[in-house]
T-cell receptor
Framework: KAGVTQTPRYLIKTRGQQVTLSCSPISGHRSVSWYQQTPGQGLQFLFEYFSETQRNKGNFPGRFSGRQFSNSRSEMNVSTLELGDSALYLC?????????????FGNGTRLTVT | EDQVTQSPEALRLQEGESSSLNCSYTVSGLRGLFWYRQDPGKGPEFLFTLYSAGEEKEKERLKATLTKKESFLHITAPKPEDSATYLCAVQDGGGSEKLVFGKGTKLTVNP
């Protein structure tokens, strides 16, 4: 069974630009979450989607947004990039909300903002 | 607010030298406590889920235990390939899939 797939693996952007990251969950998984990982803050929750609806959002500015499609694939967007947005962005999928199943992570997109 | 604290931040062991990693947590209604392993440049890899105090799970040289306030990841006779960062996370009973992570313990096992 294929794991969580994230594209692209690496991105270099300039301050002020915007970026879109993509995530394909494990087949059959309907819940998708996004996390930001930095050396100083560790893994921090961005948002969570189930059945194309955002179910929960972390404490990030409105420049961070996301969506989920009917096939459970998800995208996240960051507008007006800042230097501090440089991080590893991780997507995770799980079977469904309220079901006892762990989150499985992709290998992330490494975003560098210059 | 849910909180997770892991100790030590870094641990260096000789091959075969057993030890334990600690994860202390505060959470409103624990739904699950998760252990992940993360190798450099990769995403976290799922190891265990523990749901209630007293529960234990084992996988090869790893054994995870859970009390009402903390979890331990015991590593027995580690090998160099066990070198990684080990992450602990909690999920509360609010119905969300959200995980709150600790900062991790970086384990190095020398041959």
């Amino acid at each position: 069974k294929a794991g969580v797939t994230q594209t692209p693996r690496y991105l270099i952007k300039t301050r002020g630009q915007q970026v879109t990251l993509s995530c394909s969950p494990i087949s059959g998984h309907r819940s998708v979450s996004w996390y930001q990982q930095t050396p100083g803050q560790g893994l921090q929750f961005l948002f969570e989607y189930f059945s194309e609806t955002q179910r929960n959002k972390g404490n990030f500015p409105g420049r961070f947004s996301g969506r989920q499609f009917s096939n459970s694939r998800s995208e996240m967007n960051v507008s007006t990039l800042e230097l501090g947005d440089s991080a590893l962005y991780l997507c995770a999928s799980s079977l469904a909300q309220g079901v006892r199943s762990p989150l499985h992570f992709g290998n992330g997109t490494r975003l560098t903002v210059t | 607010e849910d909180q997770v604290t892991q100790s030590p931040e870094a641990l260096r062991l000789q091959e075969g030298e057993s030890s334990s990693l600690n994860c202390s947590y505060t959470v409103s209604g624990l739904r699950g406590l998760f252990w992940y392993r993360q190798d450099p440049g990769k995403g976290p890899e799922f190891l265990f889920t523990l749901y209630s105090a007293g529960e234990e799970k084992e996988k090869e040289r790893l054994k995870a235990t859970l009390t009402k306030k903390e979890s331990f990841l015991h590593i027995t006779a580690p090998k160099p390939e066990d070198s990684a960062t080990y992450l602990c996370a909690v999920q509360d009973g609010g119905g969300s899939e959200k995980l709150v992570f600790g900062k991790g313990t970086k384990l190095t096992v020398n041959p």
